[in-house]
């Protein structure tokens, strides 16, 4: 089983960035040549995919955070991160990263507030 530990959520205004982490872990886990995703779960909707990394820092997204939200990976710190900047109101949600296509086991997430 891997284990995701996301963190760097909070509370900010709309237009500011926030950075968010993710450590993933396993013991048979090989971090470095896993593609990794970052997902978000608005209130009341389904969880959702927002962008992946491959292995080799290739970077894809979602149409709806291309031009905002950077994707990118420590290989060295088995850490995935998402940089998110210009934050919408909509874009308040619990974001999750996982393997893309994800496993089954989800972490806790890290919630993210944009509200004025």
């Known amino acids: 089983q891997v284990l995701f530990v996301e963190s760097g959520g909070g509370l900010v205004q709309p237009g500011e960035s926030l950075r968010l982490s993710c450590a993933a872990s396993?013991?048979?886990?090989?971090?470095?040549?896993?593609?990794m995703g970052w997902f978000r779960q608005a209130p009341g909707k389904e969880r959702e995919f927002l962008a992946g990394v491959w292995s080799d820092n290739y970077e894809y997204y979602v149409e709806s955070v291309k031009d905002r939200f950077t994707i990118s990976r420590d290989n060295a710190k088995n850490t995935v991160y998402l940089q998110m900047n210009s934050l919408k109101l909509e874009d308040t949600a619990i974001y999750y990263c996982n393997t893309h296509p994800p496993r089954d086991h989800w972490g806790q997430g890290t919630p993210v507030t944009v509200s004025s």
């Open positions: 396993g013991r048979t886990f090989t971090f470095s040549s896993t593609t």
